[in-house]
């Protein structure tokens, strides 16, 4: 069945310190992957996504990595900050026929100052 | 611009009691897709509404039912709730059921005693 696992589960960095989060998916027809960041009692935020057409996607500190052939795709956040404390979930999804996100498990990163 | 919003925040309901959700997508969106966030774990897709039609539904059992407006706003049902039921809903809305991505709500916070 559709499923996304994604690891570590929890991860605390130094501030400074890059953070990397990964994720594999098994529906080789996902074509459009989200990262959400969820801060405690709050909705999750879209942070940045990509598409298959793309192999990587960077919006200042973030960046997202995705490996069409291994069914694989990353998130790397550089100089981490304690604001960047949260949540992150990986999601993948279809763009045509089924639309719903197939989320990963989340993975709770700590920034130490 | 008027982001998602859903009511209430918190609700609490014992066992076998039936419960309404609300959501109003953001402002230009017709499509809203409900999730179930279970305590630590990813949100996992319950179904998406579209035309006031039931587009999706993910792997929730008859008691899930829910309605969309000519608003396009949207309501999510449970009946018959269970201990297991307790957790945060979350609506998510989009420009069409391939829009992407889908922006999200605060939640509904779902308690059962």
């Known amino acids: 069945g559709e499923n996304v696992e994604q690891h570590p589960s929890t991860l605390s960095v130094q501030e400074g310190d890059s953070a990397v989060i990964k994720c594999t998916y098994s529906?080789?027809?996902?074509?459009?992957f989200p990262w959400y960041k969820q801060e405690l009692g709050k909705r999750p935020q879209l942070i940045i996504d990509i598409r298959s057409n793309v192999g990587e996607k960077k919006d200042q500190r973030i960046a997202v990595t995705l490996n069409k052939t291994a069914k694989h795709f990353s998130l790397h956040i550089t100089e981490t900050q304690p604001e960047d404390s949260a949540v992150y979930f990986c999601a993948a999804s279809l763009t045509s026929g089924t639309y719903k996100y197939i989320f990963g498990t989340g993975t709770r990163l700590k920034v130490l100052a | 611009d008027a982001g998602v919003t859903q009511s209430p925040t918190h609700l609490i309901k014992t066992r076998g009691q039936q419960v309404t959700l609300r959501c109003s997508p953001k402002?230009?969106?017709?499509?809203v897709s409900w999730y179930q966030q279970a305590l630590g774990q990813g949100p996992q897709f319950i179904f998406q509404y579209y035309e006031e039609e039931e587009r999706q539904r993910g792997n929730f059992p008859d008691r899930f039912s829910g309605h969309q407006f000519p608003n396009y706003s949207s309501e999510l049902n449970v009946n018959a709730l269970l201990l297991g039921d307790s957790a945060l809903y979350l609506c998510?809305?989009?420009?069409?059921?391939?829009?992407?991505?889908?922006?999200f709500g605060d939640g509904t916070r779902l308690s059962i005693l």
């Open positions: 529906d080789s027809a996902s074509n459009y």
């Open positions: 402002s230009g969106h017709d499509t």
């Open positions: 998510a809305s989009s420009l069409g059921p391939s829009g992407q991505p889908q922006h």
